[in-house]
């Protein structure tokens, strides 16, 4: 990380009773992407979230890489300020273990495999009779039902089903998003949605079930092509990192080999960058380029018009001509420069987090009310909290110690 993106004396802290989700209680049988980033959003707004991991490796998330002091980027990411517990959910001695925590519990998240958690007596119809108040979010790729309600879902085979692929990449080649939208659609989709069971668990006493398909999530997020090839019409094409549909709106490359994106969205736009930014303002009444549709239809032309003025500049000249203008754009950086970027630092984004390899930097979650602060808990080594957690639901020293030989946690 870079030395300069954060102030190492500053983490958030603040009197926990100021936290939204203060005294709720998440149960997470979870691994992956998906529920971890959802249960940590809770967790960030002051739930407790116990996470329940197989005993020796844990959610196996922890060995996607090391990149992170050893520790694997996906897993710090997606589960600071939760406990670990291990248990061995085919055990025996499981079912009672569970029972337990679900009796002081609020939420039960969990995306084990289809059909697992019914098939542990955890479905909410089971649930429900005994534990009335108990919300239930159950994700999974594609949901309980139907003909695909069977097949594995991973990320990436989501983006395909959705049709995110066909309408991401070169002309001749589809490419996948950078990071695990459908994960994170899920993830997010599930977040809203406890947040919305625990509002109407205020007014009724009662708890719900929500129901999350990462197909459904992203198949939402896929909203405007789909509308695009409404009723059998084309749909968008595939054009990297350029706009589909609206022209000039992508990268281009300035004389120093540095790219700019910038975007136009009407022809005041087009008048004022042809005038200010191209210096051409004959353009401007050039029929050829006269509207969104005809510019993106010459795309080529205009790609070679903008970037032989652009081979004269450097990437901030650009910039500087594009701000002065009022035109919209961004520099094309990468994780490096993120780690760096002025606005997250200015803003006070940066705080940190305990974690097995020592203290790690993190981003504030965005969106928290103005009247609390995100609760920057560590990142649990495998099981540092079974001990705890049994002792707190009735658990001896003695039956620990006969669960650890039994390798049931």
Same mark, same amino acid.
């Given at each position: 990380?870079?030395? =300069?993106?954060?102030?190492?004396?500053?983490?958030?802290?603040?009197?926990?009773?100021?936290?939204?989700?203060?005294?709720?209680?998440?149960?997470?049988?979870?691994?992956?992407?998906?529920?971890?980033?959802?249960?940590?959003?809770?967790?960030?707004?002051? +739930?407790?979230?116990? *996470?329940?991991?197989?005993?020796?490796? /844990? =959610?196996?998330?922890? %060995?996607?890489?090391?990149?992170?002091?050893?520790?694997?980027?996906?897993?710090?990411?997606?589960?600071? /300020? *939760?406990?670990?517990?291990?248990?061995?959910?085919?055990?025996?001695?499981?079912?009672?273990?569970? $029972?337990?925590?679900?009796?002081?519990?609020?939420?039960?998240?969990?995306?084990?495999?289809? /059909?697992? %958690? &019914?098939?542990?007596?955890? @479905?909410?119809?089971?649930?429900?009779?005994?534990?009335?108040?108990?919300?239930?979010?159950?994700?999974?790729? !594609?949901? =309980? @039902?139907?003909?695909?309600?069977? *097949?594995? #879902?991973?990320?990436?085979?989501?983006?395909?089903?959705?049709?995110?692929?066909?309408?991401?990449?070169? %002309?001749? $080649?589809?490419? *996948?998003?950078?990071?695990?939208?459908?994960?994170? +659609?899920?993830?997010? !989709?599930? !977040?809203?949605?406890?947040?919305?069971?625990?509002?109407?668990?205020?007014?009724?006493? $009662?708890?719900?079930?929500?129901?999350?398909?990462?197909?459904?999530?992203?198949?939402?997020?896929?909203?405007?092509?789909? !509308?695009? #090839?409404?009723?059998?019409?084309?749909?968008?094409?595939?054009?990297?990192?350029?706009? #589909?549909?609206?022209?000039?709106?992508?990268?281009?490359? &300035?004389?120093?080999?540095?790219?700019?994106?910038?975007?136009?969205?009407?022809?005041?736009?087009?008048?004022?960058?042809?005038?200010?930014?191209?210096?051409?303002?004959?353009?401007?009444?050039?029929?050829?380029?006269?509207?969104?549709?005809?510019?993106?239809?010459?795309?080529?032309?205009?790609?070679?018009?903008?970037?032989?003025?652009? &081979?004269?500049?450097?990437?901030?000249?650009?910039?500087?001509?594009? =701000?002065?203008?009022?035109?919209?754009?961004?520099?094309?950086?990468?994780?490096?420069?993120?780690?760096?970027?002025?606005?997250?630092?200015?803003?006070?984004?940066?705080?940190?987090?305990?974690?097995?390899?020592?203290?790690?930097?993190?981003?504030?979650?965005?969106?928290?009310?103005?009247? +609390?602060?995100?609760?920057?808990?560590?990142?649990?080594?495998?099981?540092?909290?079974?001990?705890?957690?049994?002792?707190?639901?009735?658990?001896?020293?003695?039956?620990?110690?006969?669960?650890?030989? +039994?390798?049931?946690?």
């Amino acid at each position: 990380m870079c030395s =300069d993106c954060r102030d190492p004396t500053e983490t958030p802290r603040m009197n926990d009773s100021s936290r939204p989700l203060d005294g709720v209680t998440v149960l997470a049988l979870e691994h992956a992407i998906a529920a971890p980033f959802c249960t940590r959003q809770l967790a960030d707004l002051g +739930a407790r979230v116990i *996470k329940v991991e197989r005993p020796g490796g /844990g =959610d196996f998330a922890r %060995a996607y890489d090391e990149r992170v002091r050893g520790l694997a980027s996906h897993f710090v990411w997606t589960n600071r /300020g *939760k406990e670990s517990l291990t248990l061995d959910l085919k055990h025996p001695e499981a079912a009672t273990v569970l $029972e337990r925590l679900l009796a002081d519990c609020d939420v039960l998240v969990q995306n084990l495999a289809p /059909g697992a %958690a &019914a098939r542990l007596g955890l @479905s909410f119809e089971t649930l429900h009779a005994r534990h009335r108040r108990l919300i239930v979010c159950d994700i999974s790729g !594609y949901g =309980d @039902s139907g003909p695909y309600r069977d *097949k594995k #879902a991973y990320d990436l085979l989501i983006q395909s089903e959705a049709g995110f692929l066909s309408v991401s990449g070169l %002309a001749d $080649e589809p490419a *996948k998003a950078g990071c695990s939208i459908a994960d994170i +659609a899920a993830g997010m !989709y599930a !977040y809203s949605g406890i947040l919305a069971a625990l509002l109407q668990r205020a007014r009724t006493g $009662e708890g719900a079930r929500v129901e999350v398909s990462m197909l459904e999530c992203m198949a939402e997020w896929m909203g405007y092509p789909l !509308y695009y #090839a409404f009723d059998g019409a084309p749909p968008p094409p595939r054009s990297g990192a350029a706009h #589909a549909t609206i022209y000039p709106y992508g990268p281009f490359a &300035a004389g120093d080999g540095k790219v700019v994106m910038l975007g136009l969205q009407n022809e005041r736009e087009w008048a004022v960058f042809c005038e200010q930014v191209l210096r051409r303002p004959e353009l401007i009444d050039d029929p050829r380029y006269a509207s969104t549709s005809k510019r993106s239809a010459a795309r080529d032309e205009v790609k070679a018009l903008i970037e032989h003025v652009f &081979a004269t500049l450097g990437v901030e000249q650009v910039i500087a001509r594009l =701000d002065a203008a009022g035109i919209a754009n961004a520099r094309m950086n990468d994780m490096h420069d993120l780690w760096r970027h002025p606005q997250l630092r200015a803003r006070g984004r940066w705080a940190t987090v305990d974690s097995p390899v020592g203290r790690l930097p993190a981003l504030l979650p965005p969106a928290l009310p103005s009247t +609390a602060t995100a609760r920057m808990a560590p990142i649990p080594a495998v099981g540092e909290h079974t001990q705890a957690i049994l002792a707190r639901i009735g658990y001896s020293p003695d039956d620990i110690a006969r669960l650890r030989a +039994a390798r049931a946690v």
